[in-house]
């Protein structure tokens, strides 16, 4: 069988380069059709979802009762190591970083883990660092008790892990971890920072920066 033929309910696709001699008519009609209709199939799979690094990122995503579609995403990298998949979610598109702070719309930020184990102590400098390496002091001295909080519901984070960042108008940053909600942080102050570690002028990574703009 040819390389690249996949197969439908479970059956083989066989393609001869030229028909038998008294092929019935029939025959070839149904397997053209089944041709299309693997063609079909495989188009909607592929406008339904992104892949990135192996990790298929969803178009949409629903929030409370808004519907978020993905703004970019892309891979943070350490050292040239893969650390996780980053994706973030909008109600709408935006390609620059003073649109997506100024957008007062629910947000999404989604983390899919590609390395072996990221330790809670890597995890808190790092939200330590994009905190610090993105706000002045007197904005740092205002957040710094609510990042204990986020601190405070971090884990060790290992390959497959999902870690969700998201935010609802007038409730606050819900932080996820495998589909278990480990707590809320409040205020739209304190997710603008958070989208800072992203998306500041002194990001985790530059190219996943551009990524979630759309870049």
């Given at each position: 069988?040819?390389?690249?033929?996949?197969?439908?309910?479970?059956?083989?696709?066989?393609?001869?380069?030229?028909?038998?001699?008294?092929?019935?008519?029939?025959?070839?009609?149904?397997?053209?059709?089944?041709?299309?209709?693997?063609?079909?199939?495989?188009?909607?799979?592929?406008?339904?979802?992104?892949?990135?690094?192996?990790?298929?990122?969803?178009?949409?995503?629903?929030?409370?009762?808004?519907?978020?579609?993905?703004?970019?995403a892309g891979v943070r990298?350490?050292?040239?190591?893969?650390?996780?998949?980053?994706?973030?979610?909008?109600?709408?598109?935006?390609?620059?970083?003073?649109?997506?702070?100024?957008?007062?719309?629910?947000?999404?930020?989604?983390?899919?883990?590609?390395?072996?184990?990221?330790?809670?102590?890597?995890?808190?400098?790092?939200?330590?660092?994009?905190?610090?390496?993105?706000?002045?002091?007197?904005?740092?001295?205002?957040?710094?008790?609510?990042?204990?909080?986020?601190?405070?519901?971090?884990?060790?984070?290992?390959?497959?892990?999902?870690?969700?960042?998201?935010?609802?108008?007038?409730?606050?940053?819900?932080?996820?971890?495998?589909?278990?909600?480990?707590?809320?942080?409040?205020?739209?102050?304190?997710?603008?920072?958070?989208?800072?570690?992203?998306?500041?002028?002194?990001?985790?990574?530059?190219?996943?920066?551009?990524?979630?703009l759309g870049k």
């Amino acid at each position: 069988m040819p390389r690249g033929i996949p197969e439908i309910a479970g059956q083989r696709l066989h393609f001869d380069s030229e028909s038998r001699v008294g092929q019935p008519e029939t025959n070839i009609m149904t397997r053209t059709l089944a041709f299309f209709v693997l063609c079909a199939v495989l188009c909607v799979s592929a406008a339904g979802a992104t892949e990135v690094a192996g990790v298929v990122v969803p178009e949409t995503a629903s929030l409370d009762s808004d519907q978020l579609v993905l703004n970019g995403a892309g891979v943070r990298k350490k050292f040239f190591v893969k650390v996780y998949v980053g994706a973030l979610f909008l109600t709408r598109r935006q390609d620059t970083v003073e649109a997506v702070l100024a957008d007062k719309g629910a947000k999404r930020i989604s983390m899919h883990f590609l390395y072996k184990e990221v330790g809670r102590d890597k995890m808190v400098d790092g939200w330590n660092d994009g905190f610090r390496n993105n706000l002045s002091d007197a904005e740092f001295g205002k957040l710094q008790a609510r990042l204990e909080q986020l601190n405070a519901m971090t884990e060790t984070l290992r390959a497959g892990d999902v870690m969700r960042l998201d935010y609802v108008p007038g409730n606050g940053t819900s932080v996820w971890i495998n589909e278990t909600e480990k707590g809320t942080v409040p205020g739209v102050d304190f997710h603008q920072a958070l989208l800072k570690v992203w998306l500041g002028n002194m990001p985790a990574d530059n190219g996943l920066k551009k990524a979630m703009l759309g870049k």
